[in-house]
């Protein structure tokens, strides 16, 4: 089985500052990790995935992700936050090697993001 | 291009109600998906087409009926639907590259608004 968790439901930052979304992960073998954004009334956007390779991840609109295998954490971030980087961000899992559930896609529950001006 | 078009954006349906969900992508993906997501929470996946063939059901209620016309197209026909139904309903695909899959990103289109009254 595989999950993903979101400790946080919502992270508050000030704009300029740093931000950080934290995501742990757990799977049997090989960890595929992705981070989606949704803006309000808006479908999924995909932001950057780990599939293997350098630990950094670099992504859309200046995000970046840090996967940390002895972890198992896929937190994401951003050097400088904008108000319109406020949105629900999700963190998502899949495995390898495949198995009868190869194409789904386990999504944590959700971080909201909250860009202060 | 990485785009998936839903239509329509907002339905409303009674409960004796038969209407469908389109959704459309020419990525030449070969996997397509539908989710629902209620407010605030991660979609949950209802159906997998795979070369246009359903690979994975949920355990979704007859009154939901997905078809695949072709490896461009996906329907979700809905028929009888319940209050608790009201939900956004998300499509999504991927390339489809069999074992490989666990790699791919899933691409979602911005989803259809739906309330039964």
């Known amino acids: 089985a595989q999950s993903v968790a979101q400790p946080e439901d919502q992270v508050n930052v000030a704009e300029g500052n740093p931000l950080t979304v934290k995501c742990t992960y757990s799977v049997s073998g090989n960890p595929y990790l992705f981070w989606y954004v949704q803006y309000p009334n808006r479908g999924l956007q995909f932001l950057l995935k780990y599939i293997t390779g350098d630990n950094l991840v670099k992504g859309s609109y200046g995000f970046e992700a840090e996967f940390n295998k002895s972890q198992t954490s896929f937190h994401l971030k951003k050097p400088s936050a904008l108000v319109s980087d406020s949105a629900l961000y999700f963190c998502?899992?899949?495995?390898?090697?495949?198995?009868?559930?190869?194409?789904?896609?386990?999504f944590g529950s959700g971080t909201q993001l909250t860009v202060l001006p | 291009d990485t785009e998936v078009t839903q239509t329509p954006k907002h339905l409303v349906m009674g409960m004796t109600n038969k209407k469908s969900l389109k959704c459309e992508q020419h990525m030449g993906h070969r996997a397509m998906y539908w989710y629902k997501q209620k407010a605030k929470k991660p979609p949950e996946l209802m159906f997998v087409?795979?070369?246009?063939?359903?690979?994975i059901n949920e355990s979704v209620p007859s009154r939901f009926s997905p078809e695949c016309p072709n490896s461009s197209l996906l329907n979700l026909h809905l028929h009888a639907l319940q209050p608790e139904d009201s939900a956004l309903y998300l499509c999504?695909?991927?390339?489809?590259?069999?074992?490989?899959?666990?790699?791919?990103?899933?691409?979602f289109g911005p989803g259809t608004r739906l309330l039964v009254l």
């Open positions: 999504a695909s991927s390339q489809g590259r069999g074992l490989a899959g666990a790699r791919e990103t899933q691409y």
């Open positions: 087409y795979s070369y246009e063939k359903l690979s």
């Open positions: 998502a899992v899949r495995a390898s090697p495949l198995s009868g559930s190869a194409r789904q896609l386990t």
